[in-house]
């Protein structure tokens, strides 16, 4: 598709809610014209012959056609490498801030023509829509995990919410129930649904599937959105990130939706559905992916961070230097996994490699600590100057105040007004409005809690005995000495030398 075909494909009868009304045509509306045109321009990127050699490679599912790198399942370290490339260059097109792009459910899409067979008498349909997606780059969107309502309890007893089978038919499965959170699924072809959690021991509820967005019976009721406030509220100039890259969340309802037979992945199979997320290959993939994604975003905000230091006139203070030194740390960090986790592979199936999970996981982790770390920075060193501003663009055509505000609200070293309060309000809808809180709720949580983001890494390296080689590790240290002294032979105990000392103690 190019940017205008993907902007029509939206206009079909899917149902999406916001402030008690359906929106009738998500590509004019105000809380999501813009980021819809933010999202063609990643389509049109690949038809830019600029941009094509890093963005793009020929499909490998028979055609003659060419897709988006991170949509085919890499074959060595050089396809990585160019994944990795091709990820960070639609990232940068949305500055970092588009989290949920087409290219990340490709985490999931790439994975099903190598692992076609984990997925049994549905194997056919993964490797059809493995052709299917890369061929047309289809924008997906995810609800993987169950409504924080009665968690404490096993997913078939809370069958008033969680999505489960009501029946099937030969057309398909009639399906009920909600998921969250499906992140910029308004903007979507596909709503990809799937199990995380707690082991399923009911067969209605192992379902992983791939459902239109327009699907009679699917409902996405929004959030508010930060675009349709920013549109109100102030303009491009006052929320230059709000208003054009909300990838605005919804609570995915199915009301008996049908979802065909072709389209379904998982049925039935208690253990192929619980075992999903650790045998699909989707969350190596989907850390990579998000780690080289906020290595992007955090060059962004410290290249900002860095604007607005010079600006306040801190830039050289010892202390302030420090700490722009450790977001550039961060940002080192983040690229450095990513470089690991595409340099040194894993070996999967049919000759596909993974990238390598156990970089991955630690980017899980780091990213908590990391991401509020780097806005805690922005917040303590730029301070008040974020707030030391006018309202909005408009009190810069009232003479009353307009020399006020080029006396008063200047920068250093000579830096107008409108400049200054230009990269002030771009630094505050980067880390203190609500689009920026909303944004480090993503980075803590979208790649797990912070607590199962640890223990999955425990139990990882538990599983391949990396751990016990750890210990293996300890245990050949220990066996070199004893009571006795050193055991090693190319080692001196010199029992002499502490008899001796022990005669000067005296007795």
Known sequence: MTGDEYVESLRDDRQVFLHGTR????????????????????YDSLHDPERRDVLTAPTDSGGDGYTHRFFRAPRTVDDLVADQRAIAE???IGYGWLGRGPDYKASFLGTLGANADYYGPYADNARAWYRRAQEKVLYFSHAIVHPPVDRDRPPEEVGDVYVHVERETDAGLVVSGAKVVATASALTHHVFVAHYGLPIR??????????????????????????????????????????????NDSVLVFDRVLIPWENVFVYGDLGRATLFTARSGFPERFMFHGCTRLAVKLEFIAGLLAKA???????????????????????????GLSDAAARNPVPWKGGALLPNPQYGMAYRWFMQLGYPRVREIVLQDVASGLI?????????????????????????????????VKVMKLLWDAVGSEFAGRHELYERNYAGSHENTRIEL?????????????????????????????RAPDLESFEDLRRAGRDLLGP
């Open 309 to 335: 230091l010079e600006i306040t006139g801190t830039a050289d203070f010892r202390g302030v230097r420090a700490r722009l030194g450790e977001v550039l740390a961060w940002r080192n960090l983040f690229w």
């Open 202 to 247: 009911k067969r209605e509820y192992a379902l992983v599937a791939a459902v239109p967005t327009n699907s009679p019976g699917v409902r996405l009721i929004c959030r508010p959105s930060y675009s349709a406030t920013a549109s109100v509220m102030g303009s491009p100039f006052d929320y230059p990130l709000s208003s054009r890259l909300d990838e």
């Open 458 to 486: 425990l139990s990882a390296q538990l599983a391949d005995g990396t751990v016990d080689g750890y210990r293996a590790f300890v245990d050949q240290c220990l066996d070199e000495y004893d009571l006795g002294g050193w």
């Open 23 to 42: 929106i009738e045509d998500v590509t004019r509306h105000p809380a999501f014209r813009n980021p819809v045109r933010m999202t063609a321009r990643l």
């Open 90 to 92: 639609w990232a940068r």
């Open 388 to 420: 030391y501003v006018n309202s909005g663009v408009e009190d810069f055509d009232d003479p009353r105040i307009r020399g006020d505000l080029d006396r008063y609200l200047r920068g250093s070293g000579g830096v107008e007004a409108t400049e200054r």
